[in-house]
């Protein structure tokens, strides 16, 4: 049964503390994206990347927020320093792409990250 | 600005009966379009998609219309039941992999 897995699934800090999100997607699924859920906003993508290379970030705010995967299975989302107006519930999600573009599977989210900053 | 709006925050519908969900978009480059729905503390799941070359795609109770002269997106799910209840998102695509999700409806089936 192959899903998307995130840690932590729950996380209160308090403001200006580092916080790290990991996702494991759907093996052999190229493509991992970012997302982030807020009443106003609803489904936010922050950032993506295809074989772990990183395509768009434009989503994401450069100046604390940072997203990588040190190898297939692991991307991570990294906040530093946190602030009260990050907290939300942050998804990932894994797909594979052709190289000419076009999804063979749609994108399967993994349960997400639900992040309150006090 | 939002690109994919879903204007209702909210539906209530009676089970049995058809739910219609609505969703408008901006950007004339997308030609991909897809329905997820979500329930609580678990992510999206993918529904139904449509492409942009048809105006109609059927799975089951769910059928999605496309309206690209509206630039208008329907879910129609019929008959409605109360496992249905969820928030149901709709998303966009134009580059094949880059997702535009709208802000979801809530749809409660009532017995």
């Known amino acids: 049964d192959a899903r998307v897995t995130q840690t932590p699934r729950h996380k209160v800090t308090e403001m200006g503390q580092e916080v790290t999100m990991r996702c494991q997607p759907i093996l052999g699924h190229n493509t991992v994206f970012w997302y982030r859920q807020t009443m106003m906003q609803g489904l936010e993508l922050l950032a993506y990347f295809r074989n772990r290379a990183p395509l768009d970030d434009s989503g994401m705010p450069k100046d604390r927020f940072s997203a990588e995967m040190p190898d297939a299975t692991l991307a991570t989302l990294k906040i530093q320093p946190s602030e009260p107006r990050d907290s939300a519930v942050y998804f990932c999600?894994?797909?594979?792409?052709?190289?000419?573009?076009?999804?063979?599977?749609?994108?399967?989210f993994g349960p997400g990250t639900r992040l309150t900053v006090l | 600005d939002q690109q994919v709006k879903q204007n209702s925050p909210s539906l209530s519908v009676q089970e049995g009966r058809i739910s219609i969900l609505n969703c408008d978009y901006t950007?004339?480059?997308?030609?991909?379009f897809l329905w997820y729905k979500k329930y609580p503390a678990e992510g999206p799941t993918f529904l139904i998609s449509i492409s942009s070359i048809k105006d109609k795609n059927e799975d089951g109770r769910f059928t999605v219309f496309l309206n690209k002269s509206a630039k208008h997106l329907s879910l129609h799910i019929v008959p409605s039941q109360p496992g249905d209840s969820a928030v149901y998102f709709c998303?966009?695509?134009?580059?094949?992999?880059?997702?535009?999700f709208g802000t979801g409806t809530r749809l409660q089936v009532t017995l």
């Open positions: 998303a966009a695509t134009g580059t094949a992999s880059k997702l535009t």
């Open positions: 999600a894994s797909g594979l792409v052709w190289t000419s573009g076009g999804f063979v599977d749609e994108q399967f």
């Open positions: 950007n004339s480059m997308f030609d991909y």
